[in-house]
Structure formats: C-alpha cells, structure tokens
C-alpha cells in the first residue's frame, strides 16, 4: 500500500517522466534464436508475477489435495462465483456503452488483481476465516484464466499456436515427472522456464505459465516424514514473493499520472460502465452464482464464512486494476484520451471496491465474534 502511493506521487511530480522511461527501458537479450528483450515493465508483469501466480498455484493445489478445496462441492463455488464475476460486470458496461464506440473495452471490468486483492484481504489477518483467502484467491484465478482467454480470443492481433503445441509439449513432460514421483523443484521449475517463454511468445498472458506449473508439483515427499516437493517451494516463496515482488508490482503498475478530464469522465457511459461493473457486476455476480450453486447443491460454502463473508469477498473481487488496465490498453490503443478515462475509472472502482470490501469483512467479523462473545456469556451460568 506505501509503494501504491509512493507510485501515485511520482507519476504526478516532475519525477513522473523519469520514472516512465525507467519502466520502458529495454533489458534482456534478443538474437535470431531468442528474444528476451523487453521493457522493465513487461518484466515486472509477466516475469516477477509468474513467480507470484506459481505460489498462488501451490496454494491453490495444496487446497485442493488437503484442504478447504479438497471436496468437489468445495472446489466449485470459486469456479461458479468467477463466472458470475465475470458475466455481471461486462454485461453492466455493455448495458452503458451500446452503441458507443468504446463498447470495444466490454471486457475491462471482467478482470480482478489478484495481487491486491489477496494483499487487502491478508492485511485483515485472523479477523476473516482462512477459507475465505482461499475462496477468493481461487475465483481470482479462475477470473485472470477467463480474462486471459478473453484477450487471446478478441484482444490479441494473431494467436501463435506452434508456441502453445511447444508450452504443451512441455508441460507433459512434467506431468510424467509428477507420476514417476520425481522430487527435485529444479525438475519442474526449470521446464516451467521454458512454459514460460512459449507461452508469452504465444500472445497469450505469461503468468499463466505459474500456475501450470505449480500444479504439476507433487504433494506427497517420498515418505511420510519428509516434507513434498510444493511444500517446501511455497515455504521458499512466500518471503521473496510477499516483501519483494509484490511491492515491485504495485510500484511499477500505479503510476498513472492524473490528466484533465479524467474526473468528467467518471460520469461518461465509459466511466459508468467501469465503476458500476466493477464496484456492482463483481459482487453481486459472485453472490447470485455462489447462492444458486450452493442452494442447487452443486457446491458448498467456505468453512467458517457466511453470505455476508461472500459480499465482501465480491467487493474486493472488483479491484481490477492492472489486468483491466492492460485489457483497457488492448481496447483504446492510440486513443490517449480515452485510455486515460479509462484508467482514472478504474482506479478509483478499485479503490472503492478495496475499502468497501475492507469495512464490509471487518464489520461482519466484529458482529461475528461478538456473537460468539455472547453465546459463551449465556452458557457460563449453565455450565
């Protein structure tokens, strides 16, 4: 949060020029065979968050083997609630913009940052259950996959398919690893290097290649005593991950400096469309979705969590930020006007989503334990 408004600061002070050249210097090797060159930006982005979405994957495949997502019925309501997630808002903006010539940018309220958004719901610590992070860390990423395929789909110029069949190749390879029961991380992270490169050369997003990876990992050690090859990797990242990559990223990724006319266009069917699908289409898609599959039976609530807990997980589920920006970047290539409207919107839906989302959990959590507080009040005289 102090990178985000260290970031703000210089991008509206005479340091802002420098500090967006700095980000678009070119670093890397290029050559005939490989070409690896590319801005700082581009590597803080798909490089640095590769290896945040690769610890998010451990954790994500940890639940699913032994932990809140390990049941069918539990590993479904992230995928129902993303869906729902993404649906409401694109249809809200579209509702707005019909007809409009940004209509294009239907997809920027579909997206959530990840990043962020498990940044303000781990700030709030033990106040929320544990199951919670990882509901929304698991609709998140089902949101980023079918944000990703949104791009690859109607936002990308030419989708390189021979570099997906090599990305495929690959992560066969390390599928074959997990079966023979292969221990060493080097064995799956190096190949996941490689994932990695094809994928972005590809033109679909990189950080796709972390999660692939990560769920190749085996869960088991070679005996019981000894930890598994994910555990001890997630154990690896966490610091790197948590104190450096991600304050890079919110660095890198908030610098943008404020122009006239991005307060107008709050209120234009652009601005509208943005902060209504994010700030509403997010939780109240996440809601619906979630409160259908759970009362079909198809899928089962977080253990601990509440509807209200849902809400609020849907609220800062509309912190879109950097992914509707990059999609807003696709959509109004050449329109700098535009663009900027667009990024004001949707910074300040994040921003609003982020706090509403924060107060909504806190206050929920408060009302929860003093709930808790006076049940045990009534049953001391019985005991």
Known sequence: MGCVAISLIIANSPLGPAFEQLLATEVGHHSVALHLRYPVLLWINDGLMAIFFLLVGLEIKRELVQGELSSPKKAALPVFAALGGVLFPALIYTLFNKGQPTAVGWAIPMATDIAFALAVITMLGRSVPLSLKIFLAALAIVDDLVAILMIALFYSSELQLTYLYYAGGIYAVLLVFNRLGVQSIWAYLLPGIFIWYFVHHSGIHATIAGVLTALALPTKGRNPDTESPLIKLEHALARPVNLLIMPIFALANTNIAFEDGMLAGLVTPLGLGIILGLFLGKPIGIFLLSWLSVKLGLSSMPKGAGWLHVIGVGMLAGIGFTMSIFIAILSFTGQELTLAEAKFSILTASLV?????????????????????????QAAPLN
Do not use: D, F, P, Y
């Open 353 to 377: 989503s982020g706090i509403c989302g924060t107060l909504m959990l806190k206050a929920v959590s408060s009302r929860q334990r003093q709930n808790n507080e006076s049940a045990a009040e």
